[in-house]
């Protein structure tokens, strides 16, 4: 059952900076934040990167340098960006994963970047990774970094945070354990395409003829590797006529409510019939009137559970950040949420049945 404290965040991707963050709060009111207006943040191209603990991390499109945002307490927070590698030929793709230690509750912030390196007259690419302790000023490097090609943005989950990885016909996962900043990898047990964060759970995704599979991992051993994955679908999802739609224009957003997951059909979009909430137990699929996204096709979806945790505790000793011009403290107020009534506050669905009729 979700409270009030945290609420399903809905993240979407208009392009041309119209990244948004929106939710729906305990008086029915949609809250929504757009991040071109956050002071140091206008006119700049940014892409979500992970979530723990309803911390959102997102990355500057041109760049290497990060921040961190708490939307439900209008905190914003921007690290200091990473050493740049000694040698490299062209701008690397990078990405960020935000974890907490199993043992210790220590947040940290993992940087990946893949590096070109030239020896003997040939180039030769390396996985590196860089780890800051939140409230620290230095990122340190970690030694003995598997050299694999993540391919997704990464999901935590227990201490532990994971990238999909590796290629098509062998797809792995790259494991980060947060306490003691150990890397490994595991095979995954079927192609995938992309992870997910399902209710702080690590999901494999893929899509087969019959509809969208979800593999969610439901045994862990102490190193991070799954042994156990539960098998969820296939789903599918009809229109307004009861047919199937395309398998492939089916997307898994993230968690929702009730221990449900959220599912967009980009197939719909026509009919204004975008997104489904599937129930993993009842294997109930059910019609979801979401205000916050109903306004046309976007780029990306994401939707994620949100949290009230303050940002002021990283502070620590010093300020671990690249602050814009005039500022002085590493997490403020943004005083950006627009507010705005809506009618259906919480959610309004409808059964698959019902659609069938």
């Not at 490994?184 to 047990?189: D, L, N, W």
């Amino acid at each position: 059952m979700d409270t009030a404290a945290d609420p399903i965040l809905m993240l979407s991707d208009g392009g041309e900076f119209k990244e948004e963050i929106s939710w729906v709060d305990q008086e029915g009111n949609l809250a929504v934040i757009s991040l071109d207006l956050v002071k140091g943040l206008e006119n700049k191209r940014v892409s979500f990167r992970s979530c723990c603990n309803g911390l959102l991390t997102y990355q500057f499109d041109r760049g290497r340098q990060a921040f961190l945002i708490n939307p439900l307490r209008q905190e914003v927070m921007f690290l200091r960006e990473p050493p740049p590698p000694e040698i490299t030929r062209r701008p690397p793709k990078s990405s960020y994963g935000l974890g907490i230690g199993g043992i210790s509750g220590v947040s940290k912030m993992v940087f990946l970047e893949p590096t070109e390196a030239k020896y003997k007259r040939k180039w030769s690419t390396r996985l590196t990774a860089q780890v800051m302790t939140l409230g620290s000023s230095e990122w340190r490097r970690v030694e003995n970094v598997p050299n694999e090609v993540f391919m997704s943005n990464p999901v935590f989950e227990k201490g532990f945070i994971y990238w999909l990885a590796g290629k098509w016909k062998s797809r792995k996962l790259l494991a980060f354990d947060v306490e003691n900043e150990v890397f490994s990898t595991m095979k995954c047990p079927i192609k995938v395409s992309h992870i997910h964060d399902v209710g702080g759970l690590v999901a494999l995704v893929f899509t087969s003829r019959n509809g969208l599979v979800a593999l969610v991992s439901a045994n862990n051993e102490a190193n991070g590797r799954v042994c156990e994955w539960k098998k969820h679908g296939p789903i599918t999802v009809v229109d307004g006529e009861g047919k199937p739609v395309a398998p492939s224009s089916v997307m898994l957003m993230g968690t929702w409510k009730d221990n449900t997951i959220l599912l967009m059909s980009f197939a719909l979009i026509k009919e204004g019939n975008l997104f489904f909430s599937y129930d993993f137990g009842s294997k109930k699929l059910t019609k979801v009137d979401c205000p916050s996204l109903q306004r046309g096709l976007r780029f990306e979806y994401y939707s994620l559970r949100g949290s009230s945790r303050a940002m002021s505790g990283f502070r620590g000793r010093s300020v671990p950040l690249c602050l814009p011009p005039g500022e002085s403290n590493n997490t403020r107020r943004s005083r950006l949420i627009q507010k705005r009534r809506v009618k259906r506050a919480r959610e309004t669905s409808t059964s698959c049945d019902e659609l069938k009729s």
